[in-house]
């Protein structure tokens, strides 16, 4: 008994100590906000949202608008440089039909993740990581010391999001 005490509350400090590491994070307003990502290097954000074509339908050939909004300069939005559109934070879809969308990051194309329209102008977000299926809400990039700009590694990456059962999940995940 005292050993599975024990064990339970070093996972429990472990589990304090990664929400700890993430306090002071802002978190992001946008209009028809599909998920996040942010990282440990500053409070910048990056912005993934639905879309809307001028006449207010879904662009469907572009149906995830990225940006990035600038905590750290009066939260001001702006388009990502091309760099972080290529190399990083850009999407490539594939439309499914008219109400789903496959796509993967630029920077890590061997993730899969599905865009699925609810309602005009609302969208979820839903991928699969360590079997565990989750509509996504924040990615939280953990980058590797010594590591940046294009040369830049991760230790791991945090998917934040809500299991199908409505119960908030967290995976961790370590690339390759």
Do not use: W
């Amino acid at each position: 008994m005292y050993r599975i005490t024990c064990l339970a509350l070093i996972i429990l400090c472990l589990g304090f100590h990664g929400a700890m590491g993430q306090q002071g994070y802002p978190k992001p307003k946008a209009k028809s906000l599909l998920f996040y990502i942010q990282h440990n290097r500053g409070h910048n954000t990056y912005l993934y949202q639905l879309n809307v074509a001028s006449k207010g339908g879904l662009d469907q050939e572009k149906p995830i608008k990225v940006s990035r909004q600038l905590f750290d300069k009066n939260g001001e939005i702006r388009p990502l440089t091309d760099i972080q559109r290529r190399f990083a934070y850009g999407v490539k879809t594939r439309r499914l039909d008219d109400q789903s969308f496959s796509f993967v990051l630029a920077a890590y194309p061997e993730q899969e993740f599905l865009l699925k329209i609810i309602s005009p102008g609302q969208g979820a977000v839903y991928t699969v990581v360590n079997g565990t299926k989750m509509k996504l809400d924040r990615l939280f990039l953990v980058q590797k010391d010594g590591t940046s700009g294009l040369g830049t590694k991760l230790d791991y990456i945090l998917f934040q999001g809500v299991r199908a059962d409505g119960k908030p999940v967290t995976e961790k995940f370590v690339p390759q």
